[in-house]
């Protein structure tokens, strides 16, 4: 069972356009949630993270905005650029920090 | 470079063979975490080592063991190997304190059974 369920699967966004990519969980004891980007053939990285206690967190063009009612969250990449075009894990974590990830969006940035 | 290293980067093998993934998680890390990547189920974590004691299983077959050892470099046994478990392995570390937010992801072994 995907305790972590991410949307879409893949996207393609023109360059200068905004990325969505979007989240949701059921488990209320997530109590972190970071995206990770992943470039082919490399390790999944941290890009941004939030707590369940914020409601959005923007780090240069990156923003995550975070409903906790709905229990969803969503990464926003403002004028994407080809340079981003990877793929984009969302997770939460549980006790222990270990974390559940999403499915993952294979984001596509034509220029 | 995450700083965590991960060997080999590369393995074949065959259907009810055993391997062993190695990693080493970054400089002073005490926390090691080993993930299964697959093209359908996405990154499933599989067992936490903290310091040497296991601290948390997740989606971890029984033919599959891990350990931490003193110089907290960490291993991942797989055994009687079966086709669906060729994936990519990853191993990744955390700072200091088992609530630290940050992992850190090694390279990643990409392992082939046939």
């Known amino acids: 069972q995907q305790q972590v369920k991410q949307s879409p699967q893949s996207l393609i966004v023109q360059k200068g356009g905004i990325s969505i990519i979007n989240c949701a969980y059921e488990?209320?004891?997530?109590?972190?949630f970071p995206w990770y980007q992943q470039f082919p053939g490399k390790g999944p990285a941290l890009l941004i993270a939030i707590r369940p206690d914020v409601s959005e967190k923007k780090e240069g063009r990156f923003t995550i905005s975070f409903n906790k009612s709905a229990k969803q969250f969503s990464l926003h990449i403002m004028d994407s650029q080809p340079g981003d075009s990877a793929t984009y894990f969302c997770a939460a974590r549980a006790g222990a920090n270990n974390l559940f990830f999403g499915t993952g969006t294979r984001l596509t940035v034509i220029p | 470079d995450s700083g965590v290293t991960q060997t080999p980067k590369h393995l074949i093998t065959a259907t009810g063979q055993r391997v062993t993934l190695r990693c080493s998680p970054r400089s002073g890390d005490l926390s090691v975490y080993w993930y299964q990547q697959s093209l359908d189920q996405g990154l499933q974590f599989l067992i936490q080592?903290?310091?040497?004691?296991?601290?948390a299983k997740g989606n971890i077959l029984e033919r599959f063991s891990a350990q931490q050892f003193p110089d907290l470099h960490s291993e991942l046994n797989l055994s009687s190997l079966e086709l669906g478990d060729s994936a990519l392995y990853f191993c990744?570390?955390?700072?200091?304190?088992?609530?630290?937010?940050?992992?850190?992801f090694g390279p990643g072994t990409r392992l082939t059974v046939t």
């Open positions: 990744a570390s955390s700072p200091i304190g088992s609530s630290s937010y940050e992992q850190y």
């Open positions: 080592y903290y310091n040497g004691e296991e601290r």
């Open positions: 488990n209320t004891a997530f109590d972190y």
